[in-house]
């Protein structure tokens, strides 16, 4: 099994649940500072507070979605269930975030913190699965990292059409109210058919003989996390990277209209320009993402396009005015993104296997919906970093000019922040080291899963040495 390929079929009704799963995270992360502020007429401190909040509680909801999966046994497997039963839920509260009645402020406010928070529980209830099976599909490392390429292509293509035609979907529906609760009826139809898509076309092989699956306790199971030092690195690395994408595409719109100033009918066109000049270097980088990981490691790769997202944010920082600088520096962010988003899940699910290598359990579900946890929890924030940036700059979601602070902020949320994310995230890669020793891991596995009987000797917690760490006994 641990050389078995993976057809072009199946990785594609793989990578087709991110895109459905995007319809979603997009939409938040492009338009909801927006929708909130300008359409609905909350603060930008009230959507601060309800963002981070509803993240939150989501992110909770990820790490019991992910016992959740390892408790699961049924004749579609561990994680494939939980797509099927949860993706009409998904759907309906989707539509229903961005389904607000125009009532008072207060209901409104009520209304759109209940189905945000709903609606990340949900979430979590469907993409640490998604993401879950990625780890079930194979054992092989490579072919994983495959999956998940394919995964990352289709997830920007959902980014791009989000980002890109939202706004006009939003107005041939009616504008205002109207027309952003069609856009998010439309946005959860499309995402159950994918789901579907994903539930036919992919398949559970991971059922590994010799391999202790997690029967424990929350505390233990956390417990035996906690030594698994690659996964420590590798999920405090996803909550600074999703903090920054996050604040970077909410920033994005309103860099565009209250730093570039260009004119009110150029706006829109220069938004569009932006979103594919980031996006587009990001799936161009994933078509030949596979070689460069054979050749130089994810982690490797991962920390040259971190230097290359500096790189970017340093060229906007030349003129932050300048329209040409904004377009050129998008572009370079995006080639830096795309190395970065096509590893992080891969090196997350390989912390699945160092897991069970070193401790002798194999905890599928927490270990990768802690870092999808993680993740959540530095998306809400942020987002909220936005918000409370807005709101502590005097930010006027009615006014067509903003005052000097509240574009000095914009510009440090947009410039500086990805910098100072950045020189974090290239620390944090430095100590993760599991790409030099993961040959050793596999063959290990691999000897160990078939081996006729299992010893449980005293597990050995060192990482060193040509010694096989021994399963540790319950």
């Not at 046994?73 to 269930?81: D, E, Q, T, V, Y």
Request: aromatic residues 12%; charged residues 10%.
């Amino acid at each position: 099994m641990e050389n078995e390929k993976i057809g072009f079929r199946e990785r594609f009704g793989y990578g087709v649940g991110d895109w459905a799963h995007n319809l979603g995270y997009a939409s938040f992360g492009w338009f909801m500072v927006i929708y909130y502020t300008q359409v609905l007429k909350i603060s930008a401190g009230a959507a601060a507070v309800v963002t981070l909040l509803a993240m939150f509680v989501g992110g909770l909801a990820d790490i019991a979605a992910g016992v959740a999966v390892d408790k699961t046994r049924s004749c579609f497997g561990k994680a494939r269930p939980w797509i099927l039963r949860m993706m009409i839920p998904y759907a309906v509260f989707l539509a229903l975030m961005f389904s607000v009645p125009d009532i008072g402020m207060m209901p409104k406010m009520i209304w759109a913190f209940a189905t945000l928070l709903i609606f990340n529980v949900i979430y979590s209830f469907i993409n640490s699965p998604y993401g879950i099976l990625n780890s079930l599909i194979t054992h092989n490392q490579y072919e994983r990292s495959v999956i998940n390429l394919f995964r990352t292509f289709l997830a920007y293509g959902s980014a791009i059409m989000v980002s890109c035609t939202t706004p006009f979907i939003v107005k041939a529906f009616g504008g205002s109210y109207t027309g952003w609760s069609r856009t998010g009826i439309t946005y959860g139809s499309i995402a159950v058919l994918l789901f579907l898509m994903v539930f036919f076309f992919t398949k559970e092989r991971v059922d590994l003989p010799g391999a202790q699956q997690a029967g424990m306790s929350l505390k233990q199971s956390f417990q035996t996390l906690l030594k698994n030092d690659n996964w420590l690195f590798i999920i405090t690395f996803g909550a600074v990277f999703f903090f920054f994408y996050v604040s970077n595409c909410s920033t994005t719109i309103l860099y565009v209209s209250y730093v570039v100033g260009v004119s009110a009918k150029m706006q829109q066109t220069l938004n569009i320009v932006v979103a594919l000049g980031f996006y587009i270097p990001i799936m161009i980088g994933t078509l030949i993402q596979s070689r460069l990981i054979v050749r130089f490691g994810k982690r490797n790769l991962c920390i040259a396009g971190v230097l290359v997202i500096i790189l970017g944010a340093i060229v906007m920082m030349v003129q932050p005015s300048n329209v040409v600088l904004l377009i050129v520096g998008s572009i370079i962010k995006g080639f830096g993104m795309s190395p970065v988003m096509g590893c992080y899940y891969a090196m997350a699910t390989d912390t699945i296997e160092y897991g069970e290598w070193k401790t002798g359990v194999r905890i599928e579900g927490l270990t990768y919906s802690t870092s999808s946890f993680t993740a959540k929890i530095g998306s809400g924030l942020g987002t909220a970093a936005v918000s409370i940036a807005l709101a502590v700059s005097g930010y006027s979601a009615q006014a067509h000019t903003q005052s000097h602070s509240t574009s000095l902020a914009i510009q440090f949320m947009y410039l500086i922040l990805p910098i100072i994310a950045s020189l974090l995230m290239l620390l944090l890669l430095s100590k993760y080291k599991l790409d030099h020793i993961y040959k050793k891991v596999e063959q290990d596995l691999a000897l160990r899963h078939h081996a006729p009987s299992a010893q449980e000797p005293a597990a050995d917690d060192t990482v060193t040495g040509s010694t096989t760490p021994k399963i540790a006994a319950n």
